[in-house]
């Protein structure tokens, strides 16, 4: 209901997601929503869809040498990787993120040995990390920096490198400007760490409750967690 306020108001209403467009947008269409969006930024900035005009930019891909810079950089860490394909998801070793990103995103699992893999370009390298190796892998990339990149936890499960000129606050102030706004007239809800950039580049950043500390931090703002609908709030 309070979506379809603003809506009615011409407030522009996006999606900013680490989800492919094709994934996001069937999500939104399972929960009612798409028909109010008035855009899409996927894939953590890489693409955004203008869906008053049905534009779709991509923007600062990784390059084959890119994702094997990344994969080659922290391979002592012995971490099942995936890369994203235009129909398929690829991935050294098959496993329960594997088989749900797989089925999330309506991509063909192929298991196989990344550093062999022929292509030109992929959004990002994902790496699988539980409750042991998520902590390893953050004070690895502390000790480890890999200049020319970003990284951060998208889910749980899900550690993620993209170009550092990525991400999706520049995502989301590109699509902003697509409308005609500027970015102190954005407003923005995160709750993740691949939040974090979105909430210190707009001119409002609300951090959902659910939130780490370090995107509270950074935000304006803290309303109610997810299950609290802190949205509408």
């Not at 999500?27 to 008053?52: E, P, Q, R």
């Not at 890119?66 to 391979?75: E, P, Q, R, S």
């Not at 398929?88 to 699992?109: C, E, K, W």
Request: include cysteine; charged fraction near 25%.
């Amino acid at each position: 209901f309070t979506l379809e306020l603003l809506k009615e108001q011409g407030i522009k209403l996006c999606i900013a997601t680490g989800r492919p467009i094709k994934s996001a947008r069937l999500a939104m269409k399972l929960h009612g929503l798409d028909h109010l969006m008035s855009g899409y930024v996927c894939n953590n900035g890489i693409d955004t869809l203008n869906l008053t005009n049905l534009h779709h930019h991509s923007h600062h891909e990784l390059k084959k040498k890119d994702a094997l810079t990344i994969l080659n950089h922290v391979k002592e860490l012995n971490l099942n990787a995936m890369i994203y394909g235009s129909d398929h998801l690829y991935a050294f070793r098959m496993d329960d993120t594997v088989d749900r990103i797989s089925n999330q995103n309506d991509l063909a699992p192929i298991i196989t040995d990344l550093y062999e893999l022929d292509f030109e370009s992929t959004p990002k390298v994902l790496f699988i990390v539980d409750e042991v190796t998520s902590p390893l892998i953050h004070e690895f990339m502390r000790e480890h920096p890999l200049p020319g990149y970003q990284w951060f936890i998208s889910q749980s499960d899900l550690f993620e490198f993209v170009s550092e000129h990525a991400g999706k606050g520049k995502g989301v102030l590109n699509l902003a400007k697509e409308f005609g706004y500027e970015s102190h007239q954005v407003l923005a809800y995160g709750d993740a760490e691949n939040d974090h950039e979105m909430i210190s580049m707009v001119g409002h950043g609300v951090a959902m409750g659910n939130g780490d500390d370090v995107l509270k931090n950074i935000a304006q703002e803290v309303c109610g967690t997810n299950d609290e609908d802190g949205v509408a709030y």
